[in-house]
């Protein structure tokens, strides 16, 4: 069963910058629509960013200008570039397909400080 798996999380102070990696055995990514997901404490887990198979990218309007979601098929990553970062952006990220499918990894946590 897929289960991907999320790292590069941490604390970081308002306005600085974190990349987040995803990846996951026996998928291609290149060939699936993918998602960055993330769970605040006490709210519903929400899509932050998705990339389609084409490479067309779509952001949540709390993250448009400041994330940037990307993949390398070569090594068959998926990647989250968080600039700018705010207090509010505090949650576990999570990856998965788009929709998700797969069984949802650990995730990793992003704590940002005002």
């Known amino acids: 069963q897929v289960q991907p798996v999320e790292s590069g999380g941490g604390l970081v102070q308002a306005g600085g910058s974190l990349r987040l990696s995803c990846a996951a055995s026996?998928?291609?990514?290149?060939?699936?629509?993918m998602g960055w997901y993330r769970q605040a404490p006490g709210k519903q887990r929400d899509l932050v960013a998705s990339i389609r198979s084409g490479g067309r990218t779509q952001y949540a309007d709390p993250v448009k200008g400041r994330f940037t979601i990307s993949r390398d098929s070569a090594k068959n990553m998926m990647y989250l570039q968080m600039n700018s970062l705010k207090p509010e952006d505090t949650a576990v990220y999570y990856c998965?397909?788009?929709?998700?499918?797969?069984?949802w990894g650990q995730g990793t946590q992003v704590t940002v400080s005002s």
């Open positions: 998965n397909s788009d929709p998700p499918i797969w069984q």
């Open positions: 026996g998928i291609i990514f290149s060939r699936n629509a």
